[in-house]
């Protein structure tokens, strides 16, 4: 049995597929058409939710750029204002598990 955390920041079908179809079906900051809906803008490690507001697509290449560069700063702007585009009020304090709420 999943944590609840754990279950909260999975991404599910569902979401990969209302990502992928926002995205285009490329990647969001290369245009890259091999790329998959499961990067976390706040990762998981640090409690970002798996819902549409929290993932984008990337490709490999700019998906390990993102997570482990020192380029992460540039690309975590990128990919905020692509989100804030995206969701009129978008708040990224609001895609963090919280666990007494």
């Not at 597929?17 to 499961?38: F, K, M, Q, T, Y």
């Not at 939710?49 to 984008?56: I, K, M, S, W």
């Not at 998906?63 to 995206?86: K, V």
């Amino acid at each position: 049995m999943k944590h609840r955390m754990t279950k909260a920041c999975d991404i599910s079908p569902q979401v990969k597929a209302e990502v992928w179809e926002r995205d285009g079906g490329c990647c969001i900051l290369c245009g890259s058409p091999n790329a998959a809906p499961n990067a976390h803008y706040i990762p998981r490690s640090h409690g970002g939710l798996g819902v549409a507001q929290n993932v984008v697509t990337l490709c490999e290449k700019c998906h390990t750029s993102y997570d482990n560069s020192g380029a992460r700063r540039a690309l975590q702007a990128e990919i905020r204002a692509y989100l804030m585009a995206r969701y009129p009020g978008w708040d990224e304090t609001k895609l963090i598990y919280r666990k007494w709420e």
